[in-house]
Structures are given as C-alpha cells and as structure tokens.
C-alpha cells in the first residue's frame, strides 16, 4: 500500500515525463479481489470521514483531472460511495459563464471549497486554466484581461504568473486547513479509442460521446505536455500529485481509494474531547431523564 503511495506521488523534487509511467500498471492486485479490496478501503475511509465532521478542523479537496475518457466520473462515483453524502459535495466544472468571467479564474473554484469537516471533490479543477487554455490559448482572451488583447500577448511570463497564483491558491488552503490530493488519471491513447468505440457503440452511453472529444484527440501531444507542465510546476509537498495509472478502471479505484484513506489517516483524527464542566451537564440530564415517567 505504501509502495503504490510512493510510487505514484509527485512533490516537485524531481522533473517527470509521462512516457515514464505505466497507464496498465496494477501492481499485485488482481482483479477478481478488487470489490473486496475496495469495499474495505472505503469502509475504513468512512469512519475517518466521521471523525473529520466532529473535529470540524480540517477539510480534504479532492481533485480529478484527466484526458476524456479516462474515467473520472465513475471513480468518483465508487470511491466516494458508502461515505456519508451530507459530509460530501461533488462540483463538476464547465466552461466559465459570464460571471464567472468576470472575476478571476480562480473566483469559481474559491467558492466551491470545502467548508472544515467535509470532503470536497472537484471534476476538472482550476488546472483546466492552464491545461485546456495551454492548449488552446485563444480561450484566455474571454477572461479581458488588461494588456491581454490577442494570443500574441499570451507569453511564458503570463503562464509563470499564472501557475504561481495556483501555487499560491494551494500553499494558503493548506495553510488554512484543506488537505489537497490531486489526481491525474493517465489514460493511453489505444484505450481512450477503445473507449470511445465502446461509447458509440452502446446507446446507454451515447450521450456521454461527443464529436468535440474527438476533435480534442487530436491535441493529445500538446495535452500530454500540458499536464506535464502542470504536474511539474504544481506538485508541491503540501499539495502533491499523483499520476493514477488508467488503463485498467478496477486498478484506478483502488489506488485513489488507498491514497484518500492514507491521507486522511495522516491528519490523525481525533474525537472531540467533552470538557468536564460538559460531562457534568450530561450527567445531569442522564439523571433527568432516567427519573421521566
């Protein structure tokens, strides 16, 4: 368990390179253990998450980012299942409305935070700023930025900025109690297809095909280096990465419910401790209602 941890934890120390990691990776697991491995470790996240909602002191963002495909909405949906829905919300972010753009970028996903005690998950994220626009700069335009007026104006010193202020946006949630995992879910390209054919292939899942994720197929190689920047730059100790292996769903899941449950048991959560003058009080309204008739 540990060595999945370690092995697919990103803090900055070193410069990666997608190409280096296994998108069929499955470690020792085997599949036809894999509901009962998973059951368990989302029973022993379930308890901790009732610990996290008493001591009302931390809360855990949880981000998801991948190419399409790969599988995000059914990994939250399993690993998050059998926590408590009350201590939980899921945001799921789209293109930016017209408010939205009129604020900065990180305006929307501020607000979509965590309150303390709850388990935030975000599918897609603020990384989708220098993800998808770093693929397509001309989208940056739509935000009206002073001295941004065409892609010309879109230098690597506006990226630098750009990623500094998410750096930034992290280390203060951090500072102020948010527990930040951030998942990359890496898909190769032959099983992205594979899924896309399946998709097509079975109207139950028609509508989650559309004709722009083919489009964006074509910019796998700017993607790939997108997310190799973001991962890079981003990956802090504080707020690290980890580079899921995708290619096999029931692998997934396992290795982001493990490294959920082993983050969370690292805040070393604790019940809340009653203060005597409280345990007096309830011992005192024992007494009362034990005398009701």
């Known amino acids: 368990m540990a060595n999945i941890i370690e092995q697919f934890k990103i803090t900055g120390d070193k410069q990666i390179s997608l190409d280096d990691y296994d998108t069929?990776?499955?470690a020792d697991y085997k599949k036809d253990d894999a509901e009962?491995?998973?059951?368990?470790?989302?029973?022993?996240t379930s308890a901790l998450q009732t610990r996290l909602y008493a001591a009302n002191r931390y809360s855990v963002l949880i981000i998801f980012q991948a190419m399409d495909a790969a599988g995000k909405d059914g990994a939250i949906a399993h690993t998050m299942s059998g926590l408590n829905p009350q201590g939980c919300q899921v945001f799921s972010f789209k293109q930016p409305n017209t408010e939205e753009l009129d604020h900065d970028f990180l305006w929307r996903h501020y607000k979509a935070l965590p309150e303390?005690?709850?388990?935030?998950i975000h599918n897609r994220s603020h990384y989708e700023n220098v993800l998808i626009t770093k693929v397509h700069p001309e989208i940056i335009l739509g935000e009206r930025i002073p001295g941004i007026e065409s892609v010309e104006d879109?230098?690597?010193d506006f990226w630098?900025?750009?990623y500094k202020s998410i750096k930034d946006f992290e280390k203060h949630l951090s500072?102020?109690?948010t527990k930040i995992i951030k998942f990359f879910l890496h898909l190769s390209k032959d099983?992205?297809?594979?899924?896309?054919?399946?998709r097509l292939d079975t109207p139950a899942k028609n509508w989650k095909f559309s004709s722009a994720d083919v489009k964006e197929r074509s910019y796998w190689k700017d993607y790939q280096k997108a997310y190799e920047d973001a991962i890079n730059i981003t990956a802090t100790d504080e707020a690290p990465w980890y580079i899921i292996p995708a290619d096999k769903k029931w692998f997934t899941r396992i290795a982001i419910s493990t490294i959920i449950l082993e983050t969370m048991k690292q805040l070393d959560l604790k019940d809340p401790v009653l203060s005597d003058d409280e345990t007096k009080k309830f011992a005192e309204i024992r007494t009362m209602?034990?005398?009701?008739?």
Not at 36 to 44: D, N, P, Q, R, V
């Open 36 to 44: 009962e491995t998973l059951t368990a470790l989302i029973k022993e």
């Open 116 to 120: 303390r005690g709850r388990i935030g």
């Open 24 to 26: 069929n990776y499955t």
């Open 160 to 162: 630098k900025g750009r």
């Open 191 to 198: 099983e992205q297809k594979e899924r896309f054919l399946k």
């Open 289 to 293: 209602l034990e005398a009701e008739k």
């Open 154 to 156: 879109i230098t690597d």
């Open 175 to 177: 500072r102020n109690g």
